[in-house]
């Protein structure tokens, strides 16, 4: 399947829009998995695991403007979009209340959306991005883990580093995010 992903990649890459389709059709199965996985007992968001797999595809659909490459190019691309569907979910239930209680954030392994208020979810976007400014491959890290729900293994196998990184690069992550989220200063 990794070969039939990869050809579907390079073709969707190339400007193709049928390869694309067929590329979703292959991988659908896996993101409502890890949609599943992200939106655990509601994410506290009315965004269901359909609808954000649907808006991941509605977002990647042009594929003149994805320029993908690879297998892990596609995944990292789609983890960022389901990142960017969550919080701007988040932003428009805020918008929509003005305020609510802030609940600290603990970034687990284990831990998906469900435990996160939308104020908490923003808070965590803007350091993620404090993140990518100061180290890009922590920042993508946390994406694959955290919003598209890789393993440890998973990451390593994507970014072609071994699992003892990967675990060493999540600490460090948890670490800078946990401050940055906490305190509201990442610096």
Do not use: N
Request: proline share 2%.
């Amino acid at each position: 399947m990794g070969g039939d992903v990869t050809c579907l990649v390079e073709a969707a890459g190339a400007g193709d829009a049928q390869a694309l389709q067929r590329l979703f059709g292959v991988v659908y199965d896996e993101l409502k998995r890890v949609a599943r996985g992200q939106l655990r007992a509601g994410a506290g968001l009315t965004l269901d695991t359909t609808g954000l797999v649907h808006e991941t595809y509605l977002k990647l659909v042009r594929p003149e403007r994805l320029a993908l490459r690879d297998r892990k190019h596609f995944f990292v691309v789609a983890a960022r979009a389901m990142r960017q569907i969550v919080v701007d979910h988040a932003r428009r239930r805020i918008a929509a209340k003005r305020g609510g209680d802030a609940a600290p954030v603990t970034l687990d392994e284990q831990l998906a959306l469900d435990a996160m208020t939308p104020d908490v979810l923003l808070r965590l976007d803007r350091a993620l991005d404090q993140l990518g400014h100061f180290d890009a491959r922590l920042a993508e890290l946390v994406e694959m883990r955290f919003f598209a729900g890789l393993s440890v293994e998973e990451v390593a196998d994507t970014q072609g580093l071994t699992t003892r990184t990967v675990h060493r690069d999540w600490r460090r992550a948890k670490a800078f995010l946990y401050d940055a989220v906490e305190t509201g200063d990442a610096a």
